[in-house]
Structures are given as C-alpha cells and as structure tokens.
C-alpha cells in the first residue's frame, strides 16, 4: 500500500473542497451524489444521518483483473460496523481482505452491492466525493506506516488531521505523550523504529479525528512484542475516542481483541473459526 491511500499524494486522487456540516461531534462534508446529512450520534451505532450503522457493506462483488487474468475477489460480503465498535477481519492470504478495505475506504469501486459509510453510498460518490469522505471519515493504518519522509514526526502527526481542517496543537501533543512520541516530536521517520513509525501512524490517523479506522495488518511489520503494545494502543485510543475500527489481520490472537470477527473465505464473510 502506497501513501496513495491518503488520496493526497497520488496523482489521480486530488481531495477537492466543500462546505462541512456537523454530524454528532464530528464534521462530516456532505457530497453533491449522495450528501451526508446533518444531526445523528457517533454513539449508539448511527450513523452521520442518525440511522443505520456507521458502515453498512451489502453484496460486495469484485473482481480484479492482471492481465488477460480475471480474479472474483469478493463474491458477495456483507458486514456491519456500529460506530466506536471494533471488527476484525480474518481470512487466509490472497482472499481479499485488502480488496475489501480498499473498497471500504473509496480507494477502488465495487462491480455490484454497495458500501455505506457515514450516511453515504461510496460507490455512488465520484472521485473527488470518495476523497472527500476518506479526508473526513476515514482514518487509514497499514502494515508499512506509510509515513511522509519528508516531514518530521510532529509533521506526520498533524498531517491528516490539517487536511481534514481539524488540526488541533494542543490534541495533537496530547495524542503524542499518550504514543510515548514526545521526546521524539523533531526526528524523521527514517530515525525511528518500526514500533515508532506505527505508533506516529495511528497518532496521524487519529488526530483528524476520523469515525473510522482502517488497519491493514497494523503490526504485521514489528516482532510479537512490539506489535502488541502497539496494538494495545491502538485499541485504547479508539476505544476512548469513541472511533470504529475495522481492522485485518492473519492472527486469530490478534482478532480475539476486538468486540467482532468475521472471516472472508471464497469472497463471502463467513464467522470467524
Ligand atoms: N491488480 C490485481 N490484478 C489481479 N489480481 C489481483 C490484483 N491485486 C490482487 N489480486 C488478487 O486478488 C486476490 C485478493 O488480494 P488481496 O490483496 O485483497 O488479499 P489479502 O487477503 O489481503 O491477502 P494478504 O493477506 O496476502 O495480504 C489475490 O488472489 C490477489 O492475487
């Protein structure tokens, strides 16, 4: 995964503007497809129009094509998430995990069924409307940090949440002493650790304040011990910023820790073993 799945470094993917509206303590900006309405909770399970679950996935199909290949992917996934809720997505290499979360996050299409984000039809959005939600709703965490090189940790860390209009000094230090990255504010990522990088990632994620994290095997690049205090982190965070996660990973260990688990095999969510 490349920092493209900011939808701010990419080329193809220009975050365009927009009036903001209020949804529960959050801003959300409505898009002129399918707009995001005002009121609703992010507790409780509404969604930004007060109805429904944060992320409502329904008869997911996609296949991807390399070549003169044509691989099904998903075959039809169906999953709920409630806001503040975590869910963690299991399944064996190569059945779409990644697939999934990038279609979630409106970084690819579906070829049929929809994914409803924050009272919004990802599917239905254009480019720019799915860089839109992404920039509001959406926090994203992968495997490979995905840091901003050229920037320092305090760079990286009020990097998502500037460009959400949401950069808050004050919450971005306070994020940082919780990550144990204060003494490390002015370094850069190539003078960090493994266990540091992620840790400046899931601060970045954070501090835009988004309704939805997305962690594609968030410590699947750092040792056992590493990974789970960064896990345990993470886990705390979102638990006390009231935000959902929806999170992939190969260790059943690893998913045990959140409230939910489903697991992909042969394109369908099925439960998790
Ligand atoms: N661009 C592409 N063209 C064709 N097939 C692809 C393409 N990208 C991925 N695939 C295939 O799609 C399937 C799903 O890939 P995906 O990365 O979503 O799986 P995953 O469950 O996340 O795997 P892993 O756990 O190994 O990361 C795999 O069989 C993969 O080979």
């Given at each position: 995964?490349?920092?493209s799945a900011f939808g701010v470094i990419h080329p193809r993917r220009t975050p365009a503007g927009g009036d903001r509206i209020r949804t529960g303590t959050r801003t959300v900006q409505p898009s002129s497809s399918d707009g995001a309405?005002?009121?609703g909770a992010s507790s409780g399970g509404a969604n930004s129009d007060g109805k429904g679950p944060l992320l409502a996935v329904r008869g997911?199909?996609?296949t991807l094509t390399g070549g003169d290949e044509?691989?099904?992917v998903l075959r039809g996934v169906d999953l709920t998430l409630e806001a503040g809720h975590s869910l963690a997505l299991t399944g064996e290499s190569g059945s779409g995990k990644s697939t999934l979360l990038h279609l979630v996050a409106g970084l690819d299409v579906a070829d049929a069924g929809q994914v409803r984000l924050a009272g919004q039809d990802v599917g239905a959005l254009s480019d720019a409307g799915r860089a839109r939600l992404r920039r509001e709703a959406v926090g994203l965490v992968f495997q490979q940090f995905n840091l901003i090189p050229s920037l320092t940790v305090a760079g990286n860390l009020g990097f998502q949440a500037r460009l959400a209009g949401r950069f808050d000094a004050d919450a971005v230090a306070a994020l940082a002493?919780?990550?144990?990255?204060?003494?490390l504010m002015n370094r850069y990522p190539e003078q960090l650790s493994?266990?540091?990088q992620q840790r400046v990632a899931i601060g970045r994620a954070l501090a835009a304040r988004p309704a939805?994290?997305?962690a594609d095997e968030p410590t699947g690049n750092l040792d056992e011990a590493t990974g789970d205090a960064v896990l345990d982190l993470m886990l705390e965070l979102v638990r006390d910023a009231g935000v959902a996660l929806l999170?992939?990973?190969h260790s059943p260990r690893l998913a045990a820790r959140c409230d939910a688990r489903l697991h992909l095999r042969a394109g369908r969510t099925t439960e998790a073993p």
């Open positions: 995964m490349s920092p309405k005002s009121g997911l199909e996609k044509r691989v099904p002493a919780r990550l144990g990255l204060e003494g493994g266990g540091q939805l994290v997305l999170m992939v990973t």
